[in-house]
């Protein structure tokens, strides 16, 4: 049974538009979110986090939200640029500090 | 420069074969992960560890086994009892002491059974 849970596999923006990303996990004790970005044959890079006293954080272009209540965050990238084209991966994690990640989402920014 | 350096990039293994993946890292992590990525499938936990001389299964460890002798180093074995090995294998480690912090990861070993 997953825990968490990206339901979109993939994404498509023209450059310059918001890019959404979503991810959905089920257990409250979560309490530390991240977003990752990879591109083929490499490994992941870290993109920014979120912990769950907060429900807004930006850094830049991106910007992460937190909804508790709905166990929901999302990744928002304005303005979306080509070199954005990769999967994003969330992670989520706890004090025991196992990180949990989704099934990632490719997103493609059109030129 | 501090880092995560996995080897090697690529590995080919007869069928039945143990294999050993490589993982150091000089960041002075506590915390060392391995996870296998398949196509649709993301990122899934095999092993981790959070001190030296310890580790616990993650959610597909069937088929592989660790060590963790050295803070610096967590090698992994693709056993002969792992049913479908050939992936992307990727490592990474973090603060252990600071769970809410990011983990770095290493390029990826693919791996594939001929």
């Known amino acids: 049974d997953q825990q968490v849970k990206q339901n979109s596999p993939s994404l498509s923006v023209q450059e310059g538009r918001i890019s959404i990303l979503n991810c959905d996990y089920t257990?409250?004790?979560?309490?530390?979110f991240l977003w990752y970005k990879k591109y083929p044959a490499e490994g992941p890079t870290f993109l920014i986090s979120i912990s769950s006293i907060k429900d807004k954080n930006e850094d830049g272009r991106f910007t992460v939200f937190l909804n508790k209540s709905a166990k929901h965050l999302s990744l928002h990238i304005v303005p979306s640029q080509p070199g954005d084209s990769a999967v994003y991966f969330c992670?989520?994690?706890?004090?025991?500090?196992?990180?949990?990640f989704g099934q990632g989402t490719t997103l493609q920014v059109k030129p | 420069d501090g880092g995560i350096t996995q080897s090697p990039k690529y590995l080919f293994r007869k069928e039945g074969q143990n294999v050993t993946l490589s993982c150091e890292q000089n960041l002075n992590h506590d915390a060392m992960y391995w996870y296998r990525q398949d196509p649709g499938q993301g990122l899934r936990l095999i092993y981790y560890s959070q001190i030296v001389n310890d580790f616990q299964k993650g959610d597909i460890a069937e088929g592989y086994s660790v060590s963790r002798e050295k803070k610096e180093s967590f090698p992994l074995t693709v056993t002969s009892a792992q049913k479908n090995p050939t992936a992307f294998y990727l490592c990474?480690?973090?603060?252990?002491?600071?769970?809410?912090?990011?983990?770095?990861f290493g390029q990826g070993t693919r791996l594939t059974v001929v």
């Open positions: 992670a989520v994690t706890a004090s025991t500090g196992k990180l949990i």
């Open positions: 257990n409250s004790m979560f309490d530390y």
């Open positions: 990474a480690s973090s603060y252990g002491d600071s769970w809410w912090t990011e983990a770095f």
